[in-house]
C-alpha cells in the first residue's frame, strides 16, 4: 500500500501506521508502544512503574 490512500477500516490504519515507526523513535520496553518525544515515553513509562 502506498502512504495517502483512504483506508475504509480502522484496523488496517492502524496496521499501516505501525509500519512507519521512523517518526516514533522512542519505544517502551515494557509494551513496544512508540512515542514521538522521549518526554512522552518517559510519562508513559510511569504507568508501567505504578504496578
Excluded: A, M
Aim: charged share 35%.
Amino acid at each position: 500500500g502506498e502512504c495517502g490512500k483512504g483506508f475504509r477500516q480502522r484496523g488496517s490504519l492502524n496496521v499501516h501506521q505501525k509500519k512507519n515507526t521512523g517518526e516514533r523513535p522512542y519505544e517502551c520496553s515494557q509494551c513496544g508502544k512508540r512515542f514521538l518525544t522521549k518526554k512522552k515515553l518517559l510519562e508513559h513509562q510511569q504507568i508501567h512503574s505504578e504496578k
